[in-house]
């Protein structure tokens, strides 16, 4: 017998070709009983649909590009189990890319996926390459998550963005500590080359200030590095061998925290007893920590949800309009923080 088609498995299952293909395709109206009959059908000649002769026909490969900066953090972990969950539910399949924060990364994994013809891109960008994004939208379908570009007008760029509002969680922070009588507050950050890292920094700034606890560049309760744990201890070693240390410190993402609360507990300061601890961003199996931290509340699963569902409007219709969606955090309350 030559080689199965999906003409033979219609006139085996008793349907139509076009209800063959619906049952493939996840697409359209298809009573159980007949999905099960053509399912049963596939399976017993083995049948497997040749995807790429399909795509070549309607001129699209149905896969979307996902670059992280970062995938072993568990913030973008869940994000892209969203992404993955959507992007499956729509028939589209999904090229996983971990640039590992580094730009020449991100720029190979820019040529690659235009090389494999992805019909979009959900990017997450180390920085550095804010022209290069821009001159991208305009070659494919581009949605950014948590952080933003530099537009250049000229370029009339074609993207979305989607985001959470990092000064307003900055701020939820700070005058959390306030609140608790906290002055001498402390702030481990990442790299401020990127935009989550200025507008973080920003929320800072502008909640002391409004609080009289003014910001300048002379601030020592500052360590600035990149968002991982490698910065969180580091930060946290140069903050408490200050001469007067600070009483509260913010750690600006859950990786910097992971080696923050490292530090601490390898060098004996209890939190909140010696020291008053908040996060940006919630921490993996925090219930079984010594202590539970007080943090700002991200969604990474509904930021990953409304990526998708925007690249797929977007591959839809490549000429509509920029959106920016920003997504609102709140405060969660733990017993890392101490009032004074």
Excluded at 217 to 223: A, G, I, K, T, V
Excluded at 263 to 287: F, K, T
Aim: hydrophobic share 35%; proline share 3%.
């Amino acid at each position: 017998m030559g080689k199965i088609t999906i003409k033979d498995i219609a006139k085996q299952a008793g349907v139509s070709i076009a209800t063959v293909s619906r049952v493939i395709n996840r697409t359209g109206n298809v009573s159980e009983s007949i999905k099960a009959r053509v399912q049963a059908v596939i399976e017993n000649n083995n049948y497997r649909p040749n995807f790429l002769a399909q795509n070549l026909k309607s001129e699209r490969t149905y896969t979307v590009g996902l670059i992280f900066s970062d995938i072993s953090d568990r913030y973008f972990s869940i994000m892209a189990k969203a992404i993955g969950e959507v992007l499956h539910d729509n028939n589209y399949s999904l090229i996983l890319c971990n640039s590992n924060n580094n730009p020449e990364n991100e720029q190979w994994y820019f040529d690659f996926l235009i090389s494999k013809q992805v019909d979009g891109i959900i990017l997450n960008t180390v920085g550095g390459l804010d022209q290069k994004i821009c001159e991208l939208s305009l070659r494919v379908p581009l949605v950014l998550v948590n952080r933003r570009v530099e537009e250049f007008p000229e370029l009339n760029i074609q993207m979305d963005f989607i985001g959470a509002d990092d000064r307003l969680g900055t701020a939820l922070m700070v005058q959390h500590l306030v609140n608790n009588g906290h002055k001498r507050i402390g702030i481990i950050n990442g790299d401020l080359t990127v935009s989550t890292g200025r507008e973080r920094f920003e929320g800072f700034r502008m909640t002391m200030g409004e609080n009289s606890l003014n910001i300048d560049d002379s601030y020592e309760y500052r360590f600035d590095g990149k968002f991982n744990a490698d910065t969180g201890y580091k930060g946290m070693h140069y903050l408490m061998n200050l001469s007067s240390p600070p009483t509260a410190v913010l750690t600006m993402n859950d990786s910097i925290t992971v080696g923050a609360l490292k530090y601490c507990r390898q060098h004996g300061i209890s939190i909140p007893q010696d020291l008053s601890l908040i996060c940006y961003g919630d921490i993996d199996n925090a219930e079984i920590l010594f202590v539970k931290p007080t943090y700002i509340a991200l969604s990474p699963s509904t930021t990953g949800y409304r990526a998708t569902q925007c690249i797929l409007e977007r591959i839809q219709n490549p000429k509509s309009v920029n959106r920016e969606i920003i997504i609102t955090p709140t405060l969660i309350e733990g017993d890392s923080v101490v009032r004074i």
